[in-house]
C-alpha cells in the first residue's frame, strides 16, 4: 500500500517558470520529508528535506512546502531550467530516519 | 570518496539461476539500505543493517530473496532461484547515521528470462 503518492506521472514546463511538483502521504506518524532526483541511469540524488516541525524550507532555487493538516507537500522550483529535466521522487519516514517510504516519481521536462 | 559502488550494473540470467548483487557503501557509514525499482510498486525498501547487522527485513518479498554484510564496506543481495517477476533495478544506499540523507548507487539492472 503506497503511503506516498505522487499523482502526477509526468510535468512539463517552459524554462524560466515556476515548476511545481506535489506529493501526498497518508501516514500521519512521517516527521521528516525529502525529495530526490533522478536522471536516467543513475541513482537518485538528494535535494532537500523538511522535518514536520516546519511549513517551509528553501536551498537556492528550490523550496519545499509542508502542510501537515492536509498530509501534503509540494517542491517549487524557481527558475526552472533544462538541466532540472529529471524525476523527482518524494520520500518521507517516521521518528526521523530509519527507512523511506518513496512515491513512483513524476518525470520533469523542461523546455527551452 | 567514489560513492556507493554497485556491481554488475546489468545483469541478465535465465530464469532458476542464482543472481548475485553487490554493493561497495561510502566509507564510515553505519546504515546501508537495500531498494528494488519497479514500475508497478515503484522504490520499495528491501532490507536494511546498521553496523553490519540486519535490522528490519521486513521488506524481502520472499525466501529466496538474502542480504548480507560481511563487513563495513561489503553487502550482497542474493536471489536463488531467480524468476521472471524479479525483474527491477535494485538500488543500495547508505548514510552516515539515522536519520540522515541516503546515498545512492546508480543500481543494478536485472533481466530475468
Keep these: 500500500d503506497q503511503q506516498v503518492k505522487q499523482n502526477s506521472p509526468s510535468l512539463s514546463v517552459q524554462e524560466g517558470r515556476i515548476s511545481i511538483l506535489n506529493c501526498d502521504y497518508t501516514n500521519s506518524m512521517f516527521d521528516y520529508f525529502l525529495w530526490y532526483k533522478k536522471y536516467p541511469a543513475e541513482g537518485p540524488t538528494f535535494l532537500i528535506s523538511i522535518s514536520s516541525i516546519k511549513d517551509k524550507n528553501e536551498d537556492g532555487r528550490f523550496t519545499v512546502f509542508l502542510n501537515k493538516s492536509a498530509k501534503h507537500l509540494s517542491l517549487h522550483i524557481v527558475p526552472s531550467q533544462p538541466g532540472d529535466s529529471a524525476v523527482y521522487f518524494c520520500a518521507a519516514s517516521e521518528n526521523s530516519g530509519y527507512a523511506l517510504n518513496f512515491g513512483k516519481g513524476t518525470s520533469l521536462l523542461v523546455t527551452p | ?113
Design chain 2, 1 to 113: 570518496d567514489a560513492g556507493v559502488i554497485q556491481s554488475p550494473r546489468h545483469e541478465v540470467t535465465e530464469m532458476g539461476q542464482e543472481v548475485t548483487l553487490r554493493c561497495k557503501p561510502i566509507s564510515g557509514h553505519d546504515y546501508l539500505f537495500w531498494y528494488r525499482q519497479t514500475m508497478m510498486r515503484g522504490l520499495e525498501l528491501l532490507i536494511y543493517f546498521n553496523n553490519n547487522v540486519p535490522i528490519d527485513d521486513s521488506g524481502m518479498p520472499e525466501d529466496r530473496f538474502s542480504a548480507k554484510m560481511p563487513n563495513a564496506s561489503f553487502s550482497t543481495l542474493k536471489i536463488q532461484p531467480s524468476e521472471p517477476r524479479d525483474s527491477a533495478v535494485y538500488f543500495c544506499a547508505s548514510s552516515p547515521v539515522r536519520g540522515d540523507i541516503q546515498y545512492f548507487g546508480a543500481g543494478t539492472r536485472l533481466s530475468v528470462l
